[in-house]
């Protein structure tokens, strides 16, 4: 199964039933040896998918889309590492665009559309003798799923009322990592990632609730660091600091 469009992303499907997680499947085909770049790892079903922060993604079996994906960013340095996270969270809002221009990146890599989440992003990178070896990227993009657990999360199909096709979404993503990564790997690209990445920022420049220290607190996002950490200038602080996932939350 391959997809013929695309230069390095999808020349190799590997299609699963049901699965613990794809990315555990992508780490143990890299693991084995046999985890070329560009194949994507991709599942009806997960018994055991993971979110960030130890979480647990749950999804109706087929249909959503759960898929991981195998790369080799060699030219990208590990202080740099965050460019994939930016990347990836650009190419499932261009798919999403296509749809609705409702669509927003949250830091450090979900996607809202009209304030629900529809998708999250799990990166899983192997540092080797300095730099990036691999990095598998899991995704989940909740497209046709009409019932949910929490009010927080949706659909594509319940953003614009209708059903669409799991397999040209698919395509549709597949083809737009492709051109994101082709663009990740041209190094003269990095500052219109990041310029791209922040202009679809929830929260950029504008008033938004985080939970830190215990305390829900208004703040202004500035930008994202580098180093993939968030800046806040928080409600009545005139310094901009910054933040790592362990220590800011969203408030939802
Ligand atoms: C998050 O929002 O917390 C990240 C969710 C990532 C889910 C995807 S689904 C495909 C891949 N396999 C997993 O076990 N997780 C990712």
């Known amino acids: ?5 695309t230069l390095i992303i999808g020349k190799k499907i590997i299609y699963l039933p049901s699965c613990h997680s794809t990315n555990d499947i992508a780490a143990e085909l890299v693991h084995s040896g046999i985890g070329e770049e560009g194949t994507v790892v991709i599942a009806d079903n997960q018994t055991g998918g993971r979110g960030q922060r130890g979480t647990t993604w749950h ?5 959503n889309l759960m898929f991981s994906l195998i790369l080799q960013p060699r030219t990208v340095a590990i202080d740099q590492q965050f460019l994939i996270s930016q ?4 190419a499932i809002y261009d798919m999403l665009r296509v749809h609705t221009d409702q669509v ?8 809202y559309v009209s304030g629900k989440k529809l998708s999250g992003t799990l990166i899983e990178n192997s540092i080797q003798g300095g730099s990036i070896s691999h990095s598998i990227v899991g995704i989940g993009v909740n497209i046709n ?6 009010g927080r999360t949706s659909s594509l199909a319940q953003v614009i009322g209708r059903q669409v ?9 597949i083809s737009f ?8 790997l041209r190094s003269d690209g990095y500052n219109k990632i990041r310029e791209e990445y922040l202009s679809h920022l929830y929260g950029f420049q504008s008033p938004v609730l985080f939970r830190y220290n215990n305390e829900d607190v208004s703040g202004i996002v500035q930008g994202v660091a580098e180093s993939g950490q968030i800046l806040v200038q928080l409600n009545g602080e005139e310094e901009i600091r910054s933040f790592g996932l362990k220590e800011i939350e969203w408030v939802w």
Request: avoid cysteine; charged fraction near 25%.
């Open 87 to 90: 990347v990836v969270a650009l």
């Open 177 to 184: 990592l492709d051109i994101r990564y082709q663009q990740l």
């Open 145 to 150: 799923q009409l019932v949910f657990e929490s």
């Open 104 to 111: 927003k990146i949250k830091w450090p890599n979900d996607i």
């Open 59 to 63: 999804s109706e079996p087929g249909q």
């Open 165 to 173: 096709s799991l397999k040209e979404e698919f395509d549709r993503i």
């Open 1 to 5: 199964n391959t997809i013929h469009n």
